[in-house]
């Protein structure tokens, strides 16, 4: 578990990769997040930053690319015209119910895949920075005593 001085260090070296003056009198800190003046900060552990991802990747799993979540569910077949027609009408119903189609999407993931946790492990080479990092995508990672902390900017 990281302390509030762990993860204020880890900001301050964040800020100063970044090229922001960093100032402790002028931090709001809230639970994981931070606010400064240059903007809205969250601090994780690994296992934090991966809980914060599975929540987010729940959240839009409903926009994830149509041929991937078909193929991660065993949907597709060796036939190119009727693989292509079922990634069409997917695309064609995520598109139409947009976040509504989502209840359904992860009905599906679970029924067929056995969940989110499944589908990240095929996505471990995937960069989830854009995920982590709301703001530019470019969280930046510390080793404070021994602990690794993410921070990402989120406004």
């Known amino acids: 578990m ?9 900001l301050k070296l964040h800020c ?3 090229g ?14 931070f606010e400064t003046s240059y903007g809205d900060f969250i601090v994780l552990t690994d296992d ?7 929540e987010y990747y729940q959240e839009t799993l409903w926009a994830f690319n149509a041929h991937f979540l ?8 060796d036939h190119p015209s009727t ?29 067929r895949v056995g969940g989110i946790e499944k589908i990240m492990e095929d996505m471990e080479e995937i960069d989830h920075d854009n995920a982590l990092d709301a703001y530019d995508g470019e969280p930046t990672c510390h080793d404070i005593d021994d602990i690794t902390l993410w921070v990402a900017r989120w406004n």
């Open 16 to 18: 100063e990769s970044k």
């Open 70 to 77: 078909l193929e991660k569910m065993g949907l597709l077949t």
């Open 2 to 10: 990281a302390t509030n001085e762990q993860r204020i260090e880890a």
């Open 20 to 33: 922001y003056d960093f100032d402790i009198d002028d931090l709001d800190i809230n639970d994981l997040s």
């Open 83 to 111: 693989d292509q027609q079922l990634v069409s009408s997917f695309k064609k119903f995520q598109s139409e119910l947009c976040e509504d189609a989502n209840p359904l999407v992860k009905a599906l993931v679970s029924a």
């Open 48 to 54: 934090e930053r991966m809980e914060r991802l599975k």
